[in-house]
C-alpha cells in the first residue's frame, strides 16, 4: 500500500458500495416518508404541510409551481430563522408586551362565547321605548324619502297620463306605471318601502343639493331635466332635514344599542361574579394596610 492511498480488496470494496448504497436508500427512504405524512419541509421542529403548498400552487404550470413553491418555502424558513435570531434579543419590556397581548387574546375569545350564549332578539316594545325616552338623539341631519323615482327620453310620449298614474300610485296605476317604464324609461326605481337619502337621491338626479331641498319641501312631484333626460321622482313620504327620523328607520340603530348596553351589562355581570367567588372561596386574600 502507497502511503496516502486508500486501497480496497475486492471483498472490502463490495462491503463499502453496499453501505453506501444503504446509507443512500435510507436517506430516500425518510424524505419519501415525510413527503407521503404530508411534511414538505422542515426547519428546527416546525414543519410545512404539502398540503398547505398543493392549495397555493394548484392549478399553476409545472415550472410556475416550482418557482412558487420555492419562494413560499424561502419566505417561511426565513421568517422562523428571523423570529428565533429575534428571540435572543428580547427584553423584560417585550415580553411583558407579549404577555399583555396574550392575556388580551384570551379574554376576548372568552367573552365572545359568553356572548355567543346570549338572546339576541330585541323586541319592538323595547325598541319603542328607547326611541320615546331618546327621541332628540334621532333628529335627521338630512331629508329622507320614499318614492318612484323614473327617467325616460325628452319628448318620450303619454307624460300627462304618466303624472296622474304616478299621483295616484295605486295597485291598479302601478301596473300602468311599469308598463310605462318597460316601455320608454331609461331608469326605473321603486323604493316605497325604503328610505332613500337626500345625497342617495342626487346620485340620481342632475339637481343641486339646496334645490332638491326646496323641491322636497314644497312638491310631491319633483321634476328635473337634461340635454337627453327627463328625471321624475314621485315622493310617496318625506321627512325632512332637522325633523325627527321615523323609527322605522332607527329601528336598526336601536336594535344595536340595546344589544350593546345588554351585552356590556352581562359581562359586567360576570366579571363581578368571578370577583365576589374569589373573595368568599379565600382565593382571593386582601390585606389591609397597618398603620
Given at each position: ?112 362565547r359568553l356572548l355567543s350564549q346570549m338572546p339576541q332578539t ?25 318614492g318612484i323615482l323614473m327617467v325616460f327620453p325628452n319628448g ?136
Amino acid at each position: 500500500m502507497k502511503r496516502g492511498i486508500l486501497t480496497y480488496t475486492r471483498p472490502a470494496l463490495k462491503a463499502a458500495m453496499f453501505i453506501a448504497a444503504a446509507v443512500l436508500l435510507t436517506g430516500c427512504d425518510m424524505f419519501r416518508h415525510k413527503r407521503q405524512s404530508g411534511i414538505a419541509a422542515e426547519l428546527n421542529g416546525k414543519t410545512l404541510s404539502s398540503a398547505e403548498l398543493w392549495e397555493l400552487t394548484s392549478g399553476l404550470e409545472p415550472e410556475d409551481s416550482a418557482r412558487v413553491a420555492e419562494q413560499y418555502i424561502r419566505q417561511w424558513a426565513t421568517d422562523i430563522l428571523q423570529y428565533e435570531k429575534a428571540a435572543g434579543y428580547k427584553s423584560a419590556e417585550t415580553e411583558a408586551m407579549v404577555e399583555e397581548y396574550r392575556r388580551s387574546l384570551y379574554m376576548h375569545e372568552y367573552e365572545q362565547r359568553l356572548l355567543s350564549q346570549m338572546p339576541q332578539t330585541v323586541h319592538d316594545t323595547l325598541v319603542e321605548q328607547f326611541y320615546e325616552a331618546h327621541k332628540k338623539e334621532f333628529v335627521l341631519t338630512e331629508s329622507i324619502v320614499k318614492g318612484i323615482l323614473m327617467v325616460f327620453p325628452n319628448g318620450a310620449p303619454k307624460q300627462d297620463k304618466l303624472r296622474k298614474w304616478l299621483g295616484a300610485h295605486d295597485e291598479e296605476n302601478m301596473e300602468k306605471i311599469e308598463k310605462y317604464a318597460y316601455q320608454y324609461a331609461t331608469g326605473y326605481e321603486l323604493f316605497t318601502d325604503d328610505w332613500h337619502t337626500a345625497n342617495q337621491i342626487l346620485l340620481r338626479l342632475p339637481t343641486s343639493t339646496d334645490i332638491l331641498q326646496e323641491q322636497l319641501k314644497k312638491h310631491a312631484l319633483i321634476e328635473v331635466q337634461d340635454s337627453v333626460s327627463t328625471y321624475w321622482l314621485q315622493v310617496t313620504d318625506k321627512h325632512v332635514a332637522g325633523e325627527l327620523m321615523p323609527i322605522d328607520m332607527a329601528r336598526n340603530e336601536i336594535k344595536k344599542i340595546i344589544l350593546t348596553e345588554r351585552q356590556k351589562g352581562y359581562l359586567d355581570s360576570r366579571r363581578n361574579a368571578l370577583y365576589e367567588d374569589a373573595l368568599r372561596s379565600k382565593k382571593l386574600k386582601i390585606y389591609e394596610k397597618n398603620d
